[in-house]
């Protein structure tokens, strides 16, 4: 289970990078454009998608975030990771394990 969570969380930080670096770079669109025409800003626009390609991927992505999740170790970096990294991708992420509603 490490090895895998331990990926997802190197590519999530690959993610949050590149959005930072999308963000600065469309630094001025964010500021002026977004707000004015009622759009997402980038940074939270980049953690949807991630949010949303969770929700879609495989069912085995999902048991393990589940399993770290469920685990709740504040001693284990990992898990406290993951749950950093769900946080920060938003509301909607009990969806991720309770698709019909259910908790």
């Not at 630094?27 to 949807?48: A, C, H, W």
């Not at 770290?68 to 001693?75: H, I, L, T």
Request: hydrophobic residues 40%; contains cysteine; glycine residues 4%.
């Amino acid at each position: 289970m490490e090895f895998s969570l331990q990926v997802l969380l190197a590519k999530w930080n690959q993610h949050v990078r590149a959005v930072q670096i999308t963000r600065d770079i469309l630094m001025y669109m964010d500021r002026t454009f977004v707000p004015t025409s009622r759009k997402t800003p980038i940074y939270e626009l980049g953690l949807r998608l991630c949010r949303d390609h969770l929700m879609t991927s495989s069912e085995k992505i999902r048991e393990k975030l589940a399993e770290a999740v469920k685990q709740r170790g504040g001693e284990d970096e990992l898990v406290a990771a993951v749950n950093k990294m769900l946080a920060e991708l938003g509301a909607d992420v009990p969806r991720l394990f309770f698709p019909d509603g259910r908790r």
